[in-house]
């Protein structure tokens, strides 16, 4: 298990209004027993007639007074701010929707955007859409060899860039024969080169491009979006949406996050790089016509209370670490600001520790509410909501319409207080369809018509479930996960290193570091040198956030006989824990 969170928690629970919110807890079973995913679409007022696409449901189908309305509120990093009403939206996307057209774009055709956190990320990711294009984001962080795992996997056509993360790209280009289209989004500079053959300014495109254009028919099937999510063995595989997700996306942004589409403003703190940056960052408060805020800066708490206070914002979900990130900054400086305008904070991505429920209570006047969800389940799928009593270190009760279940090592369901594998019936709109190409590890996942997640967790006698850990050797760093042999694939292209075995190592703030074990090439010798330029190495190809914080070098590395490095060896070594069954240790 990597992870050590807390499954009885001491902490008492903490008593909501059962009738705060949307939902009416003391209605909760039979609700529970009635919902069926399909009325929320009707609930939702979700327009359909041309099928759902994403697009036109979040950006283009709202009533006038709505598209008046702002979108998008984006905070510079340079504390520069830009406003874009839902009409805004609706023309920009056309635009870029016509751009992509004219390049020969057609429905299902990949395009992908490795953007930094500002505004043209949300338009190109929506005016692909708008014309069926699959589309995917790219974390900013993710150095060469991440985005040319994920671009080659998925195929993809175009890339919208910018002219700072080009040279990334450009190091890559040769291997990706399927990319035709580079666009550079010139926000800041204007041309850092002249753009080669295949490269497409995105001002002159888009100063060119018609504001009319109407989306095809999607189909509720249709593809939407790929995530690439790490799992135990091989490289990041594309977990698939569908257009349908929205409905999930949308009925949780109402129920969970509480959104109030005409006072709200909302501050989703996840990159759209992630899931979660798209699922509640884009998709789900649009379809419901919500004010968006987005902040360009990175993590300073400081930086952070700012925001909360000089927006104004109402509703807030962000993460564990973030939130361990303001324990530690302090009381003090929390007091300096005001926070009178928050009404509701969420968090996801990492389990969620009691203390940071409790000091949301404290520091906002509000607790934090934990979700439960993954890139595979596109949606929240285990939470609490604003009505029901919680019990700090759960994560709460499934949604309506989800089912979900604790499994045995045959698959089926154990009583409540059991700890097993937590799964889940894929019902909800918003589960994912397929791994790209990869369909049998896909059907993998699936055991008795339930699905899989890979966590391990408990339901207890009220139905309040808690997570105990992963049941892989996926590593959670900051609500990251990130699969170990991505990193040893890295750390292996060092011309020093020989072998790398890779764990997650637990640590109080980021939940988990990536802590990698190496032995080295003969001529080479353990120095702090050597494993600062290993460090770096792995930082800059891969990724800001995967690289290995903690390294030792080892003679040898523990092997089974077939040669695979046994991870849970180093593991339990390194956590002091009894080694388990080694019979299949080589010599
Ligand atoms: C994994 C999914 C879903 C958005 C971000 C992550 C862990 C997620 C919680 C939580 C404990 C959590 C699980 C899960 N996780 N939420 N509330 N409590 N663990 O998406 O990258 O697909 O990661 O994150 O291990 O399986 P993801």
Redesign the pocket.
């Known amino acids: 298990m990597s992870s050590t969170?807390n499954t009885a928690s001491h902490y008492p629970t903490i008593h909501k209004d059962p009738t705060a919110g949307p939902f009416n807890m003391k209605d909760y079973d039979a609700l529970y027993k009635a919902f069926k995913w399909e009325q929320f679409a009707d609930e939702l007022n979700l327009p359909r007639e041309n099928g759902i696409n994403k697009a036109t449901i979040c950006i283009d189908g709202h009533p006038p007074e709505v598209m008046e309305r702002k979108a998008l509120i984006w905070h510079s990093a340079e504390d520069k701010q830009e406003f874009y009403t839902f009409a805004d939206l609706k023309r920009e996307t056309n635009k870029f929707a016509n751009v992509l057209k004219s390049l020969g774009v057609q429905k299902g055709d990949r395009v992908f955007v490795y953007l930094e956190r500002i505004p043209e990320i949300f338009i190109t990711l929506f005016g692909a859409l708008k014309l069926g294009a699959v589309v995917g984001p790219l974390f900013s962080a993710f150095g060469p060899e991440a985005i040319k795992d994920r671009l080659e996997d998925s195929g993809a056509m175009v890339v919208v860039t910018s002219p700072e993360l080009k040279d990334r790209l450009d190091a890559i280009r040769a291997d990706l024969p399927a990319l035709k289209h580079v666009i550079i989004v010139d926000r800041k500079h204007s041309q850092l080169h002249p753009p080669q053959a295949h490269e497409v300014l995105y001002s002159e495109a888009m100063a060119k491009a018609s504001e009319q254009f109407t989306a095809p028919y999607t189909d509720p099937d249709d593809y939407s979006i790929i995530h690439y999510?790490s799992g135990t063995t091989g490289k990041p595989k594309g977990a698939v949406h569908r257009h349908a997700a929205v409905i999930a996306q949308a009925a949780t942004s109402k129920y969970i996050l509480d959104l109030q589409p005409e006072t709200d403003i909302y501050w989703c703190t996840a990159d759209p790089g992630?899931?979660?940056g798209t699922s509640y960052g884009m998709f789900g408060p649009w379809a419901l016509g919500a004010t968006i805020l987005v902040y360009e800066g990175g993590f300073k708490a400081e930086d952070w209370y700012k925001i909360i206070q000089e927006h104004h914002v109402t509703v807030w979900y962000t993460a564990p670490t973030a939130i361990r990130m303001l324990m530690k900054a302090g009381e003090d400086v929390a007091a300096r600001f005001d926070f009178s305008s928050l009404r509701h904070l969420c968090?996801?991505?990492?389990?969620?520790n009691p203390e940071a429920v409790v000091w949301g209570q404290k520091v906002f006047g509000h607790v934090f509410h934990?979700?439960?969800?993954?890139?595979?389940t596109g949606a929240m799928h285990i939470c609490n909501y604003p009505c029901l009593d919680v019990k700090p270190g759960s994560?709460g009760k499934p949604f309506p319409g989800v089912e979900a279940g604790i499994l045995d090592e045959e698959w089926k369901p154990l009583p409540a207080g059991e700890e097993g594998h937590l799964a889940i019936r894929p019902q909800a709109p918003s589960i994912f369809r397929t791994y790209w190409h990869k369909e049998e590890l896909y059907n993998s996942r699936f055991k008795n018509g339930w699905y899989i997640?890979?966590?391990r967790a408990k339901m207890d006698e009220d139905g309040y479930y808690w997570?105990i850990g992963?049941a892989d050797d996926v590593i959670?760093t900051a609500?990251?996960?990130v699969g170990p042999f991505e990193v040893e694939s890295a750390l292996i292209e060092h011309p020093a290193v020989a072998e790398a075995g890779v764990i997650g190592k637990p640590d109080p703030e980021r939940l988990e570091i990536v802590k990698a074990f190496i032995s080295l090439k003969a001529g080479y010798e353990p120095s702090e040198e050597l494993e600062k330029d290993i460090k770096n190495f792995v930082r800059t190809r891969l990724a800001a956030h995967a690289y290995p914080r903690e390294i030792e070098f080892l003679a040898g590395l523990p092997k089974t006989r077939s040669g695979k490095i046994m991870r849970r060896l180093l593991k339990a070594r390194e956590l002091g824990l009894p080694e388990g069954d080694t019979s299949t240790l080589e010599d």
Do not use: I
Not at 370 to 376: K, L, R, S, V, Y
């Open positions: 969170a999510t992630w899931v979660t968090s996801v991505g990492e389990p969620l934990d979700t439960w969800w993954q890139t595979e994560m997640t890979g966590d997570f992963r959670n609500g990251h996960l």
